[in-house]
């Protein structure tokens, strides 16, 4: 599934000139209205600092994330006017391909399937604090 989505996500994103990775980090500060840092993107994104770094470098280049104040890592970044754009033109996409991937499914099928997936991520967690 993890392959998939991100073959989906460079597909899709092509056509607005951006990677999946830029999906990732737009979706998420589009969900966090009151910004986020580097480090909080890494966690959400699951990716690496160097992963994060070039590509809020990129995106700022873009004019789609803008810092809160300087360069610092720590600076909190938003969206700005044209990356909350790009993140609302993302949005149906994104939904399109939830929508596809879920078909089939009754909602009780989906409510565990949820409830599972929710549980394995918590014992990997744990494990991992371990």
Known sequence: C????QRIKNY????????GIHVSCL????NYPEGLTATQLCNLCCEDKATI???????REKGYIEP???????A??????AGEAVAKQMEPMIE????????????????VFYQCLNM???NLKEKLEQ
């Open 53 to 59: 770094s070039r590509t809020v470098a990129d995106l």
């Open 96 to 111: 399109s391909w939830v929508s596809a991937g879920g078909e089939g499914l009754t909602d009780e099928q989906r409510e």
């Open 120 to 122: 394995i991520a918590e």
């Open 68 to 74: 809160s104040a300087g360069k610092s890592y720590r």
């Open 2 to 5: 993890y392959k998939y989505l």
């Open 12 to 19: 899709q994103m092509t056509e607005l000139g951006l990677k």
């Open 76 to 81: 909190v970044l938003r969206l700005s006017e």
């Open 27 to 30: 979706f998420n500060l589009h």
